[in-house]
């Protein structure tokens, strides 16, 4: 079992709808990333978390540390959101940067 | 203010010989990681450096692999007599000392795209 899990791993959807994706992890930590990666490009990070919610335009991401589970919400969807979303965690104990990741989750909006 | 630069883009090697990745941080960040993502696979810690230091290489292969950042100049991940195996996207991140006066936490560059012939 990894120690980061995303769910779903491919998500379709319309645009304007609303999305979730969902991490849960199993290690202790000390912050936990939301990435972005579009086909053949670099890598965006969105939110660093370490408890409760952050919201950045569309972008909204929760944590409850005690569940050991963040989800990421994308409000009114858009094309241009097609990416992967990946999620990272800083495990305690460990260095700064030595992430472990999740696989992503694959998401295509529709026009 | 540019961000992390990597480069190059794309590299392709033939087998048995070097592959030098650079990557230059953010300004004001002194801190560089290294990633390595397979394809089809996620992303996987490499080595953390800062000037002059390699702080942790937990995550680098035991051989042909090595990172330097320099007093001057970019970071650098050598990986010397590549396979094929080692064709993978490799990215590099930074940041300030401390993570927490980010909001974003880690800065990362577009990668470079290693191809191994």
């Known amino acids: 079992k990894n120690e980061v899990e995303q769910s779903p791993q491919n998500l379709t959807a319309q645009e304007g709808e609303f999305i979730t994706i969902n991490c849960s992890y199993s290690?202790?930590?000390?912050?936990l990333h939301w990435l972005q990666q579009h086909p053949g490009g670099g890598i965006v990070s969105l939110f660093m978390?370490?408890?409760g919610k952050k919201k950045h335009g569309r972008l909204i991401a929760t944590i409850n540390i005690q569940e050991k589970h963040s989800s990421l919400h994308i409000t009114a969807s858009h094309p241009r959101d097609s990416a992967v979303y990946i999620c990272?965690?800083?495990?305690?104990?460990?260095?700064?940067?030595?992430?472990?990741f999740g696989k992503g989750t694959k998401l295509s909006v529709k026009p | 203010n540019a961000g992390v630069m990597q480069n190059p883009r794309h590299l392709v090697r033939r087998r048995g010989q070097e592959a030098r990745l650079r990557c230059s941080p953010m300004?004001?960040?002194?801190?560089v990681y290294w990633y390595r993502q397979l394809p089809e696979e996620g992303l996987k810690f490499m080595v953390y450096?800062?000037?002059?230091?390699?702080?942790?290489e937990s995550g680098m292969p035991k051989e042909r692999f090595s990172a330097e950042f320099p007093k001057e100049g970019p970071s650098i991940l050598r990986i010397q007599q590549v396979v094929r195996g080692d064709s993978a996207a490799y990215f590099c991140?930074?940041?300030?000392?401390?993570?927490?006066?980010?909001?974003?936490?880690?800065?990362f560059g577009s990668g470079t795209r290693l191809t191994v012939v």
């Open positions: 990272a965690v800083d495990p305690y104990g460990g260095s700064q940067g030595n992430l472990i």
């Open positions: 991140a930074s940041s300030p000392q401390g993570l927490q006066l980010t909001i974003y936490g880690y800065t």
């Open positions: 978390l370490s408890s």
């Open positions: 450096l800062q000037k002059e230091n390699i702080i942790d």
């Open positions: 300004k004001g960040h002194s801190h």
């Open positions: 290690v202790g930590i000390s912050a």
